[in-house]
């Protein structure tokens, strides 16, 4: 197929970046942008001059032809516009969580089986090239793994001002699908049980019903160790509004992997900040592993044989995330079941 017409559904912080890099793609066109905050939808779709509508069913209805849709709208709000796309026969990049629930995960996949079309679910750190570089390094290598840890917290600001929905979600629906993804990708092997702690203290004191900071500690299907702790209630005078730090141990190795760490700091009498890449290039075009992620999903629905995260490992992540909380729920180890 050539010049595939894409449609993004969600024109907040991650449809921006997905309806820009289509925006500016040689071979994709953008067709629409469906975002039911009206503001937001005219901002968007003006700046990108295609037509806006309050939902992906008013798109579908005006005949509009879409041969491919990004679901980017908040965690718990995946299935309705993914099944609707997948209906239609359309191909879906959905972001992480494929959904919050294995049962509507379940429902997605239903869909495509129904309508042919094919799912990738959002898991950008893939594209990320240091986690592919440590990847190859473990396959070169050929050790067997002990223990993977990943450290992935926000500052206060990402719950209580960014996101308008964090009481409807939580660190490990917001952050742990990315580093238990990267657990799975690096080591290939799969987590089988979980035992999670919480804390909720700040954020609800601050009118936010959810938790603070979530551990979890996962054995892995390989007889390795996962520990994953995420929490987005760090000071703002952190120099990043987010930290990624990921650790891995083999029976030779140790690898140390500083996502955050990356790039440029800022010293001021107040306080010290960081200056990360640009979110577009020179010549305005969106960058980074989002944008890279999307243009690969582009070329694939064009018909290039691009390899994605697919439905079944979407499945998995989110059946050990909802692990994760039936275990902060009960305190008990929780099986995963794959
Ligand atoms: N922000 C990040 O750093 C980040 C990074 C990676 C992945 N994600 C994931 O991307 C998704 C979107 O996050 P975001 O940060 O862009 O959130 P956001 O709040 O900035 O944007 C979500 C948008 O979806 C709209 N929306 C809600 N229900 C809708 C519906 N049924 N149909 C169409 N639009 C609807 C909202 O009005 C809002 O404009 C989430 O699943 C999130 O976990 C976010």
């Known amino acids: 197929m050539t010049h595939p017409r894409i449609a993004i559904v969600g024109g907040g912080i991650r449809g921006r970046i997905f309806a820009e890099t289509t925006h500016h793609h040689p071979a994709a066109e953008l067709v629409a942008i469906c975002e039911p905050n009206p503001s ?48 239609a026969g359309l ?37 990320n090239p240091l986690f592919g570089a440590v990847r190859q390094q473990l396959r070169e290598d050929g050790h067997a793994l002990i223990s993977q840890r990943a450290l992935l917290q926000d500052t206060v600001f990402v719950p209580t001002q960014m996101l308008g929905w964090a009481a409807l979600s939580s660190p490990a629906w917001f952050l742990m699908p990315h580093s238990l993804d990267m657990a799975t990708w690096l080591s290939d092997a799969e987590p089988v049980e979980v035992h999670a702690r ?3 203290r700040l954020l609800p004191s601050l009118g936010v019903d959810t938790w603070d900071r979530i551990s979890a500690s996962f054995a892995m299907s390989d007889g390795s160790i996962l520990d994953l702790d995420s929490g987005w209630v760090q000071p703002q005078g952190k120099p990043s509004v987010f930290e990624f730090r990921f650790e891995i141990e083999t029976e030779a190795d140790a690898y140390v992997l500083d996502i955050d760490a990356t790039g440029a700091r800022r010293a001021t009498s107040e306080r010290t900040s ?11 075009r969106p960058q980074g592993v989002a944008a890279d992620m999307m243009r690969d999903f582009l070329d694939a629905v064009g018909g290039a044989d691009v390899d994605l995260p697919g439905a079944a490992h979407g499945l998995l992540i989110t059946r050990a995330i909802e692990a994760v909380h039936r275990s902060l729920e009960t305190g008990a180890v929780q099986p995963i079941t794959s």
């Open 198 to 200: 919480g804390v909720k």
């Open 91 to 127: 191909d879906l990049l959905v972001e992480k969580p494929l959904a919050t629930t294995s049962e509507e995960a379940e429902r997605i996949i239903a869909a495509a089986e129904r309508g042919g079309g094919r799912i990738v679910v959002g898991f950008e750190n893939r594209w």
């Open 40 to 87: 937001r939808a005219q901002q968007l779709a003006g700046d990108l001059g295609v037509p806006a509508h309050p939902s992906i069913e008013a798109l579908l209805e005006d005949g509009a032809g879409v041969d491919a849709v990004v679901v980017a709208t908040p965690d718990f709000a995946h299935e309705q516009p993914a099944v609707a796309a997948l209906e």
């Open 274 to 284: 960081a200056i990360g890449a640009p979110a577009h290039d020179r010549r305005g």
